[in-house]
């Protein structure tokens, strides 16, 4: 394959063909190092992996902090709020005055429960044929190990980088970034660059590479129903009212399963509609609705949309999930009681001009609104962010269109994936959009039991990032 | 106080009173043995220490089996799959071919979790002022301690005992007693008496001994959902449905929570309606709502009822009470995913002629006229008892109100407990009635952390019991 490429590309396959065990090594120890950032779990210990990392790799790294405690020195691991935050850096030495490209990733990786259902310990990292597998293999270390070796196989062979390339990796992703912009206001001058690349992008499974250009926004949420003092003898149930059905009452309220509709007045108000240019592109889109029902073991989709409304909701739509419900007695056999609390958890995935906290209080007014006091049933704001698409004319698209089309079999292009990530901070805090490409297929089980990546994927994400780290150059 | 009772009760007074330290060293031992039915704890072990102690006392006892597994020698403990029954009999010297009474125990205890919520160890048998703290304090290991103490203090004193006494103690009540019904068939002729003196009675908080006369009937249900194979991304809500939004949905057709309602198509159609006596007889019952209310810290009870009113629910309506629910994460933080499945447990209070089968059958029929396929949402039996009433008009009645008067400030005769035992299955196949009375205070904490029992009380209870022996006596 590699003969009918130009001679970039030729290069950049040797390189990076010859080197994948490295790669794959590297990966394993990132993922052999736990980092779940809901229990703060491992965090500075995986940034401390990943800077000596970085930096043998010939990237200028440093570990940046929001209040760094005196109690840390000579990089000493000690209990922080904040997980910290690696940075790191290459200067061009060839065009020192050219663009300059961020990649924006993250450390940190989501639980690994239900425990019982991983077929192997989640930080095992073992290889399987094609298949590296670990909590974090794809979701992010794989993304991170492509850029990282991208960069690090160019300075290797050539000794410098066509453009200037900066890193930062965070560890609080996956609990929503809730740190991230006083870490951008802060380092405001440090990340300043031309162009984000984001923490992930997802490939099909044809093979075609899907290039993401927006992300929704989330709100998480905690509701918690009081009711006894403690859990009560079920018997009482004709006198005490059960906290359980309360919150069942009150979740009711808030979306109609029927037809997948989000109840909540006014949640809808300051949806930003996609443009006509947006829905054409929606409409080129790929989906396998039946591979996609088979993969995850469902029989229709939510509210049986057509393929095309389909695509749209996955780019355009709100959610309200219920991530976590949890009352009473959850074990085998029969505990006969009135439970004292009830909580659930949820999510709404928001569009681009939704903003958490207004959308949170307009939750708030609407449960107030039913009837539901202060003190019956709490609603706590756990964390969100706001939503952002990158125009479909923002001016480095076509370069990575370009890039992607001379490693991959085809390129996608999406508005907007359906999952979220802080993009709109970057927009808002350094005035600079972002673009999603990577290595990770939808069926990688990412916050799932037995999380996988694909060494071949990752092999052909590692030549794109080169391949697109080059044609920077040509902008001055 | 002593000097002005009928010298049999000086008698029971002193006996009584001078073994106290006895009682509550023996209880702790049977406090400190686990005996957690639900997940199948030290069950046999609690059979053996409880029948050591009693046969100690003079009370010939043996274990009975449904089928004795040929693994268990000299009473070598085993993992079994139903809990031993402890049985044992005192014949009267003087008065064989007199009455016979059967005392009905358990000696399983309910889980002890939320275990943090407990100040102490659950099995410690802690003493602290007129308190012995622990599972099963109270339900039900100190009223088994009453009635045995009342047998081995009377042989002591006298070397007989006035009628004759039989011990059936279970070790399944907090699971809803599944095999009970096959022991009484299998042993009818062993159980064979004319009066039964259930588990527990209450005391209520002005020292009136409650003597109640019925029982509820229950009905144990799990409902789970079955959503994706696997717990998947919840950016992916777009597409996939939520077993936890189905799950709350089916609930909110069982149970209107607004005003306290089953909504299960013909769930009420069987149910035994009150006489005009019973009502007349709830009508004399007390009930301090205030207390009440102070006790389990709510506002105002389910509906709303009148004094009236709330001592009739407690004592002849249904419920359905959800004591278990869950779905998904349910730990610190946030973790964005769709659950795979989504839970609830489920008892349903029964009221006599309420068959749990049958009322199984309408939860099935009405949940799948709802739409909701066996696939997507699974109902599963767990386990049911009826409920029962024993009549005012009983011969033995007005003995137990007698005796108890000699004992407690006051005697209240109470239709029904709210709570549920297997008194059905007594009446069923033994043909016999029974009647409620122990040392148990509605606030012991019973099936929640910290429960406790008074030593007053137990004492008074003891004391009650050695009258009603010497009464039945009178019956020949």
Redesign the interface.
Known sequence: MTTTQPDSIVLSSSLVDENMDEMISDLQILIRQPSV???NEGLEECALVLSNMMNKAGIKTELLYLEKPSSIKNYQVSALTVAPLVYGEVKSKSNPNGKTILFYNHYDV??V??ID?WDENPFSGKVEGNMVFGRGSSDDKGEIITRLKAVEFLLKKTGDVPCNIKFLIEGEE???SPNLDKFLLKYAEKFKCDLVFWESGYIDDKGRVIISLGQ?G?L?VELKVN????????????????P??????A??LL?D??D?KILIDGWFDDVQQPSERELKQIAKEFFDGDS?KK????N???NDPSGFE?KK??AT?P?????????????????????ST????I?F?LIPNMNPKTQFNKLVSYIRSKGYSEEQLEISF??GEPGYRTPLNNEYVDLVVDAAKKVFSDVILNIS????GPMYSFKNLLNVDSICIGSTVLLN?????NEFTNIDLLNKATKCFIEIIRKMAQYK
């Open positions: 950032s809901a229990i989501q639980p429960d239900p259902k996956e609990i929503g929704k989330i998480n009711g006894p003092l403690r859990d009560v003898h079920s018997s009482l149930a004709v006198a005490i009212e059960n359980a059905w309360v919150l069942v009452q979740l009711s979306y399963n029927n997948g996609f993969e995850y073991g469902i229709t989709f939510v389909q909701s996955l739509a959610t309200c999930n219920i991530s976590g419900l949890f009352s009473g007695y959850a074990n085998e056999g029969v505990k006969t009681i009135i439970p009830a909580t659930a958890k999510d995935r756990i964390s994936s359906p999952g979220t089980k990412m916050h799932s039991p």
